[in-house]
């Protein structure tokens, strides 16, 4: 903004411009940091994946929040995947980060199977009664990140890399539709094409669903 003061012809310097931006509430379109935030009174689970190896499929599901770029705003997507063959097991988009999206996700989810261990971080979308209680009827173990430690939940980190990258960041969705259709669209290349490495070049599904 200075810059393009400066070549309209405006004398003015950089601290002079934020310091009017502020006074006129003039922000950029941007997701703020820390999209989960802890639930006051909510209760926090122990993270329970230290030392842990995990060999099968349905062993441990984990989830988190990430925000989806459009030409508009911004979108929040939640993702719920199993640890052993990285498969996407379910997701939702909202345009607020309200709990429900959370649990029609995992709702979701436990049509497919049923997890050992659910991990998640403190967000309070996780930490909710609707959210827990949909994992303690059915006698699943809650674990949940250490504040401010992403890589506890490493390879949600790394879908949503990866989901960016190939997809989010070389478009510019201009509708919910259009951004919920390329992101079906990706999950369903990840699951069913993508080979990993890790996985001994076999895609998530390949492992998954035998």
């Not at 709702?107 to 998640?120: C, E, M, V, W």
């Not at 996780?126 to 890589?151: N, P």
Request: hydrophobic share 40%; glycine share 6%.
């Amino acid at each position: 903004m200075t810059e393009w003061l400066a070549g309209a012809g405006h004398a003015v310097n950089r601290k002079r411009v934020a310091r009017l931006m502020e006074l006129l509430g003039i922000e950029a379109v941007y997701p703020k940091p820390k999209l989960s935030q802890p639930g006051e009174g909510h209760r926090i689970y122990p993270y329970l994946l230290r030392g842990t190896t995990v060999e099968r499929v349905n062993q441990v599901w984990s989830t988190d929040i990430t925000y989806i770029r459009m030409a508009p705003g911004f979108l929040y997507l939640v993702a719920v995947l199993d640890w052993f063959s990285r498969f996407v097991l379910s997701w939702s988009l909202s345009v607020t980060m309200e709990v429900e999206f959370c649990v029609e996700a995992l709702q979701q989810a436990l049509r497919r199977g049923r997890p050992d261990i659910f991990n998640s971080d403190q967000g309070s979308q996780f930490t909710s009664e609707k959210f827990t209680g949909e994992l303690a009827e059915r006698q699943i173990a809650i674990s949940m990140d250490g504040r401010g430690r992403c890589m506890d939940n490493i390879f949600v980190e790394r879908l949503w890399r990866s989901l960016k990258y190939e997809e989010v960041y070389l478009k510019d969705y201009a509708s919910v539709t259009e951004a919920r259709a390329g992101i079906a669209g990706y999950f369903q290349f990840y699951n069913h094409e993508r080979l990993h490495q890790s996985l001994d070049y076999r895609t998530p599904a390949a492992v998954y669903l035998t």
